[in-house]
């Protein structure tokens, strides 16, 4: 009862969405090193690839190999998905890996899954009200962690994260988290409700950015700057908006090369300019 009351304060925290019109959205892949492979619950797994876009009820299992990542948008099927650029011998550097090349806007959902981890993807809703589109979001960090960008919600929608000792309730923001129970914010707030495994009872905490929460032993404290900077370079890694190259024009040389043709006699003269 206690976490039930507690889960009801983090859900007035974001408010939840309701009414008729409700259409489910999917989580599109779009970026993938290392194995990961997912589950629709009927515990048969499937690799997984870039491109999918995954539904609702969907659990994604990560490999554990050391810099495993998957990198997913939440209700955007639409999502572009990079292109792996071919190697040209000529120009360095060139066989640059579709991993890195796509750059989701800050106007987009996006959840980093760690590698050795497991996320369900629960409920990804949307309804048009007319002004605003109210989402509602619920995922389950079942083991490991998770970076995710929160685009700002209007105050109808719902983006909810649950652990396996309790559940986030999130607002606009960039934060870092792990099923353990710890959790960094970078910009915005969290409010995280946790029940103490040993004594039941149950914690409630409001974070904002620049705070760290120990959620076992109820530590709040500062974010040091070296996490800080951490935060903000996987933030820009994450949100920075895909940039398009730009086309270089060269101004057109027009001298003219005076070269005498094979075979000219000694001391013919060539039209142009002489070199």
């Known amino acids: 009862m206690r976490f039930l009351t507690a889960c009801g304060l983090v859900a007035a925290f974001v408010s939840v969405a309701a009414g008729q019109g409700t259409a489910d959205r999917g989580a599109k892949v779009i970026r993938l090193k290392g194995f990961a492979r997912f589950t629709t619950g009927n515990f048969i797994f499937q690799p997984l690839t870039v491109g999918q876009v995954l539904q609702p009820g969907t659990v994604i299992q990560t490999s554990a190999d050391e810099g495993s990542y998957v990198d997913i948008v939440l209700g955007d099927a639409n999502a572009i998905v990079p292109q792996p650029m071919t190697y040209r011998p000529s120009i360095p550097n060139s066989m640059s890996s579709s991993l890195t090349a796509f750059r989701p806007t800050s106007e987009q959902n996006v959840v980093r899954i760690w590698g050795d981890s497991a996320l369900g993807v629960d409920k990804l809703t949307a309804l048009q009200t007319g002004a605003d589109l109210v989402t509602e979001t619920e995922l389950d960090l079942k083991r490991g962690r998770i970076s995710c960008n929160v ?125």
């Open 151 to 275: 685009k700002k919600l209007p105050a109808a929608s719902k983006y909810e994260v649950k652990l396996p000792n309790g559940i986030a309730g999130v607002r606009g923001t960039f934060f870092d988290m792990h099923s353990a129970g710890i959790i960094k914010v970078y910009i915005g707030s969290i409010v995280v409700a946790w029940v103490d495994p040993a004594t039941q009872n149950v914690v409630t905490q409001t974070l904002v950015g620049g705070q760290q929460y120990d959620a076992p032993t109820r530590l709040v404290s500062l974010l040091s700057t070296d996490s800080l900077s951490a935060l903000q370079q996987l933030s820009l890694s994450l949100v920075v908006a895909q940039t398009v190259p730009t086309t270089t024009t060269l101004a057109s040389d027009r001298t003219v090369v005076g070269m005498s043709p094979v075979g000219a006699e000694p001391g013919s003269v060539q039209t142009g300019a002489h070199q």
